[in-house]
């Protein structure tokens, strides 16, 4: 079960979502910007930004659960909200998606509306 | 053959009677009340009983306290001290008498009645000066045996420590050899400083001398000397203190019938025993020799019939026949015996010789028999476990019947050995058989059974369990050219040689370590087989306006050498660690050893990708990392060209030719492909 909840930490929106398919990701947002001047000497310009990590789950749902979804992220695309993953593992910060793309996946015999769509929800890290 | 010395069965007055007249010489006093001494009760509760010398020197003594004597004491009567104090008794004349100023030995018995330790000695002199003083304590109030001679301290004095006190013999020697004291054949105690002593009036007293004290005791003989008896003689008396009264009675029996003799009986009957009951735990030596010989003469026609036994009974009787079977035999048996009571050593031992011989003229049936038996039995249930118990059997047999025919010489021999706790179970058994001449109706035949038992009284199995404690693997690799996976680097045709690869080092770990602040290090699998090793240049292209191409690089200006690998099935422990390190060492120089071995150093440029979980835990990740490998590490990337390249024709340049320096060219005509 992956668990979405907004805005925190007065949560007043649960988003209950399945687990996600198998592709998430998880990424630091840290870059380096290497410089290599004319005599090979390297110079790298970092951002660590505190170490902040990137995730990035795609889920599958019915119609009416996308739409649950992205009435969600509508209201919070601003907030701070926190995640508990289908590992129980606890994520605050801040979706960074943009735009939320609702993906038709197909016909879902015997889920509610007879559609699948697909979605991803892309999360940075609050440290 | 000697007698022992009893009351009732005599024993020697005088050195012409006994077996050891040279321990009557300086005998100077015998009070033996274990022979028989003389009892004169003339009063109450045997006051003034006298006990006569029998060294025919000294006077008798005569008891003033509760002394009386007693037979319930194995080996003779004794006499019974009962008191403490005056429990004494006292030669009639002054001891002084009895000694000289340069050697004396006193030999005497003790037996005490009760544990208590006392300053009473068991002979002595009522000392009036310390010159004078004769005594023995055995022990004194301490525990100790103190022998004064001619004083009593410094090398007048001996005292012995660590002795037990019981049933014992003591022999006291004193004089120019210095003081020596044996008990129970064991010289206890010694000093090689020469005493002397001063002769005195006072009186000489037996369990008495200081004061009125005495001990409770039993004693059955003191012997006084007026000189140093040899050691050969102490270590006897310390044994044997009634050996002066020892009685030599040789023995000499001499039967024989000779002649012709019919119905003759000859018969002996002798009854030796020799006794040997020590009152000390010493090695017992008891033996008989005894040597009998029976004849029997008869002439021919007269049964011959000869036999010993042990009961000594010869008998020689009857009639036969010329032809008729001669039959020779003895019956013998020999037990010794020896009991102690302590782990001294102990030696049972029976040597039995039988010859037997039959010396027949004329072709009758000849036959020798030898039955023996031998049983030794050693038991250690008493004494020290862990001394050794020998059983042995050394058994010589020789048979020999020579005959012109047949012959038949068999021996056939039953060795058993037991040995109990851990000893050694061993026969050796040596069967020699020789057939001499004759026909070989008969083979001679050897019997030989050996049993070898050891029988163990406790056994100690052990079962061995390892189902959490040893493991086993097995790794295993099918060598064949396919399983190394052979490389050649070079690959076209003609001749030439590949240039040289550094082994691969499959084995090898894809390791991260940074190499700036904290030490860390991540290991990581190798990553997949798209790895890409990618290498940059500058330079410069221009195309005129005519259309030519020109391009410019310097050698000065850098190559950028980039690693890209994607690692896949990581574990979400390891992208986190991954990570981690990425942003601990971001933009910083680190090292990196790729899965050949090879050594790079240099910098992740894209510590931001992503690591995606494509399966269940098993998260990929890919990273560029932009470096250079170490000095000798990579053979294979920076080839070191030490042939010129010729090429063909002359080099066309555009510009500056200053400006260019390049200094390779080709020598070589090269192949088209």
Redesign the interface.
């Known amino acids: 079960m992956f668990r979405v909840e907004g805005p925190f930490p007065g949560y007043r929106t649960t988003l209950i979502l399945p687990s996600p398919d198998?592709?998430?990701?998880?990424?630091?947002?840290?870059?380096?910007q290497?410089v290599?001047?004319?005599?090979?000497t390297?110079y790298?310009?970092?951002k660590?930004k505190r170490?902040r990590?990137?995730h990035?789950w795609e889920f599958t749902v019915a119609k009416e659960k996308s739409l649950e979804a992205k009435a969600f992220v509508d209201a919070y695309i601003s907030s701070v909200i926190r995640i508990t993953d289908h590992?129980d593992v606890i994520h605050l910060g801040n979706l960074t998606l943009n735009p939320l793309e609702l993906t038709g996946d197909g016909r879902a015999n015997g889920w509610p509306g007879g559609e699948a769509y697909r979605f991803a929800l892309q999360l940075e890290e609050k440290v | 053959m000697y007698l022992r010395p009893s009351r009732h069965g005599g024993f020697a007055r005088n050195d012409a009677e006994s077996a050891y007249p040279e321990l009557w010489a300086g005998l100077t006093g015998a009070w033996v009340p274990a022979l028989g001494a003389s009892v004169s009760s003339r009063a109450v509760n045997n006051v003034g009983t006298v006990i006569e010398d029998l060294s025919g020197f000294g006077p008798g003594m005569f008891g003033d306290g509760p002394t009386e004597i007693r037979g319930e004491v194995a080996g003779g009567p004794s006499l019974q001290f009962a008191a403490t104090t005056l429990g004494y008794v006292e030669m009639s004349h002054p001891g002084g008498r009895l000694f000289r100023a340069n050697g004396a030995t006193i030999v005497v018995h003790k037996q005490k009645t009760d544990g208590t330790n006392r300053n009473a000695t068991i002979f002595g002199n009522v000392a009036g000066v310390a010159a004078a003083i004769c005594r023995l304590y055995a022990p004194d109030a301490s525990g100790n045996a103190v022998f004064e001679f001619g004083g009593n301290t410094g090398t007048n004095e001996l005292s012995i420590s660590g002795l037990t006190f019981g049933d014992d013999v003591w022999v006291c020697r004193a004089g120019t050899r210095g003081l020596y004291v044996w008990q129970n054949g064991v010289l206890v105690g010694s000093s090689s400083t020469p005493v002397t002593f001063s002769n005195n009036t006072t009186t000489w007293r037996w369990n008495g001398g200081v004061s009125t004290s005495s001990d409770l005791c039993r004693s059955k003989v003191m012997l006084t000397f007026d000189r140093e008896l040899s050691d050969q003689d102490a270590l006897l008396l310390s044994r044997d203190p009634l050996a002066p009264f020892v009685v030599k009675h040789p023995l000499k029996l001499i039967a024989g019938g000779g002649g012709a003799i019919l119905d003759n009986d000859i018969s002996q009957s002798l009854n030796l025993g020799q006794d040997a009951t020590p009152t000390i735990e010493r090695q017992v030596s008891a033996s008989s020799t005894l040597a009998l010989a029976g004849l029997a003469v008869a002439e021919i026609g007269v049964e011959k019939n000869v036999e010993s036994e042990l009961g000594f009974t010869d008998l020689a009787e009857g009639f036969v026949f010329p032809g008729d079977i001669q039959h020779v035999s003895h019956d013998l048996g020999l037990t010794d015996s020896a009991v102690g009571d302590n782990a001294s050593t102990e030696e049972p031992t029976s040597s039995l010789a039988l010859i037997q011989s039959v010396s027949v003229v004329g072709p009758t049936y000849v036959d020798v028999h030898v039955i023996m038996g031998l049983e030794h039995g050693a038991g250690g249930s008493i004494g020290v476990p862990w001394l050794p118990i020998e059983v042995e059997h050394s058994l010589g047999l020789s048979q020999l019947a020579g005959r012109a025919r047949p012959q038949s010489v068999t021996s056939t021999l039953s060795l058993t050995g037991a040995a109990f706790r851990r000893q050694e179970v061993q026969s050796t058994l040596s069967l020699v058989q020789t057939v001499a001449g004759g026909e070989g109706i008969d083979l001679s035949t050897q019997n030989v059974n050996l049993s070898h038992v050891v029988l163990v009284n406790a056994a100690f199995l052990r079962s061995f369990l390892h189902n959490n404690f040893l493991q086993q693997s097995l790794t295993y690799f099918i060598d064949n050219s396919c399983a190394r996976k052979e490389y050649n680097r070079y690959q076209g045709e003609g001749e030439g040689d590949g240039i040289e690869e550094k082994p691969l080092l499959f084995n090898s770990d894809f390791v991260l370590e940074s190499l700036s602040g904290p030490k860390l290090i991540v290991r990581l699998r190798s990553p997949e087989m798209d790895d890409r090793d990618r290498s940059g240049f500058n330079r410069v292209n221009r195309e005129t306006r005519g259309g030519e191409l020109n391009v410019f690089s310097d050698p000065a200006w850098p190559n950028i050498n980039t690693l890209l690998v994607t690692i896949t099935a990581l574990k979400q422990t390891k992208i986190e660690e991954l990570q981690e390190f990425l942003l601990t060492t971001l933009g910083q120089q680190i090292k990196l050893q790729d899965w050949k071995g090879r050594s790079w150093a240099g910098v992740i440029t894209t510590p931001g990708d992503v690591a995606t979980e494509d399966e269940r835990n098993a998260w990929t990740m890919s990273f560029e990392f932009e470096g250079e490998p170490y000095e000798g590490q990579a053979i294979d990337d920076r080839i070191a060209f030490d042939q010129y390249v010729l090429p063909v024709g002359p080099v066309e340049r555009e510009g500056d030719p200053g400006a260019l320096s390049l200094d390779q060219y080709v020598s070589a005509t090269l192949e088209s492909p």
């Open positions: 198998f592709g998430n990701s998880r990424a630091l947002a840290s870059t380096v290497p290599r001047t004319m005599n090979g390297l790298t310009y970092v660590n170490g990590k990137a990035v590992e």
